[in-house]
Nanobody, 124 residues
Framework: QVQLVESGGGLVQAGGSLRLSCAAS????????MGWFRQAPGKEREFVIA????????NYADSVKGRFTISRDSAKNTMYLQMNSLKPEDTAVYYC?????????????????WGQGTQVTVSS
């Protein structure tokens, strides 16, 4: 198991940017797929973006293509979500997820390790 802790959430105006971090501990995450999901009030958890365990393939939700990017720093065991051109509809609790030898699936049930979430609020 790997423990995940998100940080970097907050309040930002529409059009602004935020960078979320996800620090992993317990095991090196070099063989893990890493991803981000989000959940708005009253809605189901939805896929945002993920990178497969090899780092060779990135999977995006259509709603964030061209605005969000994912990166990982293996030396720091940390993953990042850079969010640009934020919209009010991006408001949600953002969760990072990890799965050993995962392919970066958009299905939440394919991920076995989750962080506690960080709130992102985008004002109009």
């Amino acid at each position: 198991q790997v423990q995940l802790v998100e940080s970097g959430g907050g309040l930002v105006q529409a059009g602004g940017s935020l960078r979320l971090s996800c620090a992993a501990s317990g095991r090196p995450f070099s063989n893990y797929a890493m991803g981000w999901f989000r959940q708005a009030p009253g809605k189901e958890r939805e896929f945002v973006i993920a990178i497969d365990w090899s780092g060779g393939r990135t999977n995006y939700a259509d709603s964030v293509k061209g605005r969000f990017t994912i990166s990982r720093d293996s030396a720091k065991n940390t993953m990042y979500l850079q969010m640009n051109s934020l919209k009010p509809e991006d408001t949600a609790v953002y969760y990072c997820a990890a799965e050993k030898y995962g392919g970066g699936s958009a299905e939440p049930n394919r991920w076995g390790n989750w962080g506690q979430g960080t709130q992102v609020t985008v004002s109009s």
